[in-house]
């Protein structure tokens, strides 16, 4: 499997081929990253003034916003510009539905659009981070508020990077070599604490087995330095003005560095997978020889 897969696609509303949407669905699934090397997402010339680290509040590293509520969370702004920062947000989340509804009509159906978060800060220099909040190690996504539940988690990202500055990750090997190296340090947790955490709402939902396993990965991953430096991981540029799509609770990723970027979350319910089994949640059932949902 590439870890990088080109798809030409020039317009959030272009109509790609069937032929390209199941080329671009097998690869995805299989854990590549799609490159859409000609789709930038453009900036109206007043708010080129948002390519600012002083974008976002002191000590926070995302600007979030809320498509069901229409609010955006973290930005230094008030009044109008507060508000064109949170049009330029919900026109990212509005462009980006768009492309992966075209790009995967298999989707359509089910699939659900999630938070949009603008990254201003440069990425090399975030400081004060602990390791599990620190994206610069290599790790699979998963939140420990937000259970998923065995729904994917498809993240769309555009460098608006108007100074050609790349955003650099390393990617990681495939998702079943990460489990099974780490399975054996799982932990069961205990069932009655997480119906406890649901029900007083410190997390937003019911942590399954399958969560309580995707968090450990994602803290085991971070933890382990050997894993980190393995020579199997491979460092990629995501040039400026470009797309990308991948599923992150699937590929082992960490930036490096860059500044400036979009990015849009998606949950996808496994059954609407082209390949379900190549879903985390069949892979470490797979593995575990249980269910975890
Ligand atoms: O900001 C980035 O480039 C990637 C950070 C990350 O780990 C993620 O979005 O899941
Ligand atoms: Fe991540």
Redesign the pocket.
């Known amino acids: 499997m590439e870890r990088i897969t080109p798809i030409l696609i020039e317009h959030f509303d272009a109509e790609p081929t069937v032929t390209m949407c199941a080329q671009a669905v097998d690869a995805l699934e299989a854990g590549s990253i799609l490159l859409l090397p000609y789709l930038s997402f453009k900036l109206l010339a007043e708010e080129t003034q948002f390519l600012t680290a002083q974008a976002v509040e002191p000590k926070r590293k995302n600007v979030s916003y809320d498509w069901r509520l229409q609010k955006t969370k973290g930005d230094s702004y008030i009044g109008e510009l507060h508000q064109k920062l949170q049009q330029l947000l919900a026109r990212y989340a509005n462009q980006a539905n768009i492309l992966v509804n075209s790009l995967f009509p298999h989707y359509t159906k089910s699939i659900q659009l999630a938070r949009t978060s603008y ?1 201003p800060v440069e ?1 090399f220099d975030r400081t004060n981070l602990s390791n599990r909040k620190d ?1 610069r190690l290599l ?1 699979t ?1 998963a939140f420990p508020a937000s259970p998923t539940q065995g729904w994917r988690i498809l ?1 769309v ?1 555009s460098n608006i990077n108007l100074n050609r500055e790349p ?1 650099v ?1 390393r990617v990681g090997e495939n998702f079943e070599k990460v489990a099974a190296r780490f399975l054996p340090h799982l932990k069961t947790k205990n069932s009655l604490v997480r119906h406890l955490l649901n029900s007083v709402n410190i997390t937003r939902g019911l942590q399954t087995n399958y969560d309580a396993a995707m968090l450990q990965l994602h803290d085991l991953m971070k933890k382990d330095q050997a894993y980190q430096d393995d020579p199997l991981n491979q460092m990629i540029e995501l040039p400026a003005e470009t797309t990308w799509l991948v599923f ?1 609770d699937q590929v082992p ?3 490096i560095s ?1 500044q400036f ?1 979009l ?1 849009q979350t998606f949950y996808l319910p496994v059954q609407a997978m082209t390949y379900p089994e190549r879903s985390p949640l069949k892979i470490l059932e797979r593995l575990m020889n249980k269910p975890l949902v």
Do not use: K, L, M, Q
């Open positions: 990254r990425a994206d790790h996504d993240r990202f955003r990750w992150t990723h960490a930036v860059g970027c990015e």
